[in-house]
Each structure stands twice: as structure tokens, then as C-alpha cells.
């Protein structure tokens, strides 16, 4: 075998060992991430499982914490008590902004929950050129030192998409942010940017 063959497969074999590495690790990763998940909702998913009585008020604090709201809202419908859910958290931004923020903290992407999140705008597109528009909800987020990402300031996140009749808590299927500042590029351009190479892929 060559010199050049032996470095070749060297190096295919440092590859190969770092992938599974990362593949490994990740999944650790998520895993913990799951059973944290799972901590944060426990005390209300005990009450619904025991059958015991609950109200709005003891509902209240997972709805309003972006990190245990969407799942709040599915736990509810699961036991057929979404009218305990806050009014105020029921609305498809809401949704969204939870959904957003629970995406951002899987390792493989942000890895971390923002310090600040607000809504930008809905950017609609039609998406076939025929009047049939797709809408997707804009956010600005930014994280505080010392996370690598505290550096860029405000940025850019996209939840969707939804349609006309979509209501709170459907679960988007393009849920993306490319860490890019709100300086490099126009929330209506990153929308159309996880339209095109997100959404329109799957």
C-alpha cells in the first residue's frame, strides 16, 4: 500500500471516529435534555396522572415559562383540560415562542434557553404563486456572557410554517434559527430563507 493510500485511510478513519464520537455524545446530550424536560413539567403531569384537582393558578407558572409552555399545552390536551390553559398564553405567537425556545436549547444548536426573546413580525409568503400564503413568526433573541453567541447581540429565529387556519400550539415543521445577527439580515429575508431551504426540503 502507498503512502498516499495509508494517509488517505488515515484520515477517512479519523472521520469516521469523530462522527460517532459527536453522534455519541449528542445523544447523551439529549437524553439528559429529555429527563430535565421531563423534571420541569413533573409536579403538574403528578396532579393530572393522581386525578387530583388543579386550576389555572397552578397552571399558570408552566404556561408562562417559555421553556414548559408548549408542553404544558400538550399535557393538558392529553387529559382533556386545555381550558385550564392561561387566555393570555393562547395565541399562536405564544406557541411559537415556546416552540422556538425549546428548539434553541437542543445541544446541537444554541444549547441554552435565551436570556431575552420578543416577537418581530409575521412574514407571509405565497408560497406557489397562486394566492395559497404560508406565515411564519419572526423573533429577535439574544443571550448573555459568557455564551459564545452573547457576542452577536440580537438574533434572528423563525417558527413555521402556518397557515390561515392554523391555530395555537399546531406544531410547525420548520422551526429554525441560524444564529445570525439582526444586523446581517432583514427578518422577512431569514423567513424566506427557512422557507426556501427548511420548509419547501421537507
Known sequence: MSIGLIIIAVIVAIVVIFVVYRLIIVKRQNSKLNKERFERI????????SKQ???????????KNLLTREVTFQLLSDHNKTDLFPAEFFTLVKGAESNLANWLEFPTELDACPDEMEHVKRVTIDFDGHKNYVHYEV??????????????????????????????????????SRINSILKVSPDEEAKWVHENISMRR
Open 42 to 49: 413533573k409536579p403538574l403531569y403528578d396532579k393530572l396522572e
Open 53 to 63: 384537582a388543579i386550576t389555572i393558578q397552578d397552571v399558570f407558572p408552566f404556561a
Open 139 to 176: 423573533f429577535k433573541y439574544r443571550v448573555n456572557e459568557p455564551h459564545w453567541a452573547a457576542k452577536d447581540g440580537w438574533i434572528l429565529g423563525v417558527v413555521g410554517p402556518f397557515f390561515d387556519d392554523s391555530k395555537p400550539y399546531d406544531h410547525p415543521g420548520a422551526t429554525f
